[in-house]
């Protein structure tokens, strides 16, 4: 028994602990304001989408009540799509067509205390990647998977995003 003891001390003791346990968000910190991105790329419904999962995620996970003016939250989360790429990843052989494609899209992303200017949280350069496929069952008919693709993006990014923030990672 003593043995046991000694071992659950020892290991309690060791310095092992879980990692992103800990809150980066100051505890005065109630509301955020998350504005449409600056958009620097060709893709224009990016800087609308990604703030809107993004605050969506807050309700849904989060105690932090988003709010639209920046000059009435507590911490306003700022970004900007700085790169968007899309490459055929599949062709279909018989037609020539492209079957599939991934999506890549390079973000700026920081969370910032309004009343001291603190930078609670960046991610420079995030990069996030999204797959899908195109319909190519008639050539006369197309259905375009990009705003769906733009979507699950959007959400993913998010759920990555407000996890960081919330597990300092």
Same mark, same amino acid.
């Given at each position: 028994?003593?043995?046991?003891?000694?071992?659950?001390?020892?290991?309690?003791?060791?310095?092992?602990?879980?990692?992103?346990?800990?809150?980066?968000?100051?505890?005065?910190?109630?509301?955020? *304001?998350?504005?449409?991105?600056?958009?620097?790329?060709?893709?224009?419904?990016?800087?609308?989408? $990604?703030?809107?999962?993004?605050?969506?995620?807050?309700?849904?996970?989060?105690?932090?009540?988003? #709010?639209?003016?920046?000059?009435?939250?507590?911490? #306003? $989360?700022?970004?900007?799509? #700085?790169?968007?790429?899309?490459?055929?990843? $599949?062709?279909?052989?018989?037609?020539?067509?492209?079957?599939?494609?991934?999506?890549?899209?390079?973000?700026?992303?920081?969370?910032?205390?309004? *009343?001291?200017?603190?930078?609670?949280?960046?991610?420079?350069?995030?990069?996030?990647?999204?797959?899908?496929? $195109?319909?190519?069952?008639?050539?006369?008919?197309?259905?375009?998977?990009?705003?769906?693709?733009?979507?699950?993006?959007?959400?993913?990014?998010?759920?990555?995003?407000?996890?960081?923030?919330?597990?300092?990672?």
């Amino acid at each position: 028994m003593t043995s046991l003891i000694a071992i659950c001390l020892t290991l309690g003791s060791c310095g092992y602990h879980v990692a992103g346990q800990a809150d980066l968000v100051p505890k005065d910190v109630h509301t955020i *304001a998350v504005p449409p991105f600056t958009n620097g790329s060709v893709k224009y419904k990016l800087n609308d989408s $990604l703030p809107e999962a993004i605050s969506r995620e807050f309700i849904t996970r989060t105690r932090y009540k988003p #709010v639209s003016d920046p000059g009435e939250a507590d911490a #306003v $989360l700022t970004g900007s799509v #700085v790169r968007y790429t899309a490459f055929p990843t $599949l062709i279909n052989q018989s037609t020539g067509r492209t079957s599939g494609l991934q999506i890549i899209v390079v973000l700026n992303v920081s969370l910032t205390e309004r *009343a001291t200017g603190k930078v609670i949280f960046a991610r420079p350069y995030y990069e996030a990647h999204e797959r899908y496929e $195109l319909s190519t069952t008639n050539n006369y008919q197309y259905f375009d998977e990009n705003g769906a693709g733009l979507q699950r993006l959007s959400k993913d990014v998010a759920r990555d995003l407000v996890s960081s923030i919330l597990e300092n990672f």
